[in-house]
């Protein structure tokens, strides 16, 4: 049995799609029962969840999302919007009430203090060596404000895959070492992949 306390309700939307936190990702709505959701999210001012899911199978770690902007609601009611990832949670539990998902989660602690100063920093400048040997360096001092490992994805566009596994990574410090790898193979090739901001359409599950 789950202590009240150790965890919130919450809506889901499961995709074949990964969203990291402080990450804003586009979406076109479409199926009957999210436009119920994003409607319900509108009228009531609650966020909800993205769960990364493959044939039909949901992770178990996913992150709370708020509706960003909404650029058209057609009559149909279908929706083009953008939504901004907040943090991440853990599925202790979910269930299908009227069509749509929905889960008990516990929000994961991120710690983000605990990381070694230095050794961001460390990452820090090989990531703006990056920036520098690309085509992104007309204003480099917009990618110099990084405080968290999420916010050095928020310019590269990664698989969906490989957005779970950095996900689901437990704590900063290995989310650090996953971007310093990461980085030392982006130099080495000196190529800086770009987000195309297309929007990405929900799947059927």
């Known amino acids: 049995m789950l202590m009240q306390e150790n965890y919130q309700e919450i809506a889901l939307f499961p995709i074949n799609l990964s969203v990291l936190p402080y990450e804003k990702v586009n979406l076109h709505i479409f199926e009957d029962r999210y436009k119920k959701l994003i409607n319900h999210s509108l009228d009531e001012n609650k966020n909800f969840g993205i769960v990364y899911t493959k044939n039909k199978v949901m992770s178990k770690i996913g992150t709370v999302v708020k509706i960003n902007e909404i650029y058209k609601k057609y009559d149909d009611g279908r929706f083009d919007l953008s939504v901004k990832g907040l943090e991440r949670f853990k599925i202790l539990k979910s269930y299908k009430e009227h069509e749509l998902w929905k889960a008990k989660i516990r929000i994961l602690d991120e710690s983000y203090e605990d ?46 895959s490989l957005k779970q596994d950095f996900l689901e990574l437990e704590n900063e410090q290995k989310r650090m070492n996953y971007i310093d790898i990461f980085l030392d193979s982006l130099l080495d090739k000196k190529k800086f992949p770009g987000d195309n901001g297309n929007f990405t359409n929900e799947v059927y599950n």
């Open 115 to 160: 990381i070694d100063k230095n050794y961001f920093n460390l990452v820090l400048d090989k990531y703006l060596r990056l920036i520098l040997s690309s085509k992104l360096n007309n204003n480099i001092s917009q990618y110099m404000n990084k405080k968290t490992s999420f916010d050095f994805t928020k310019d590269v566009i990664l698989p969906n």
